[in-house]
């Protein structure tokens, strides 16, 4: 008995900019956690506010690319809007704390 191999169907394989945008969506949650957890800054603001958007970027890179299947890329799209939908809601709470002088 001898093991086929099947060709490799381009069509089928994901892209790597789909798990890029999920892989940068959750390193961002994890130092989001850290963040809420430890109220430490782990990451400069610089390398963490941008994580977001990077992986925004990828997961539309990974639309962009129509030979591929893009359902890492959608997820990818969702999880770093969920990150955005996330900060705003923080903000939003952080203007309802009223220090007292």
Not at 57 to 68: D, E, S, V
């Amino acid at each position: 008995m001898e093991l086929q191999v099947k060709g490799g169907n381009t069509r089928q394989s994901e892209t790597r900019f789909g798990m890029a945008s999920i892989i940068l969506a959750l390193i961002f949650l994890v130092f989001l956690n850290a963040l809420v957890l430890t109220e430490r800054m782990i990451l400069p603001g610089g390398l963490f506010m941008p994580l977001p958007g990077i992986g925004l970027l990828c997961g539309l890179i990974g639309l962009a690319r129509f030979r591929k299947k893009f359902s890492y890329s959608v997820f990818g799209i969702l999880l770093n809007g969920a990150c955005y939908v996330i900060l705003f809601l923080y903000f939003v709470a952080s203007l309802s704390v009223y220090p007292v002088p």
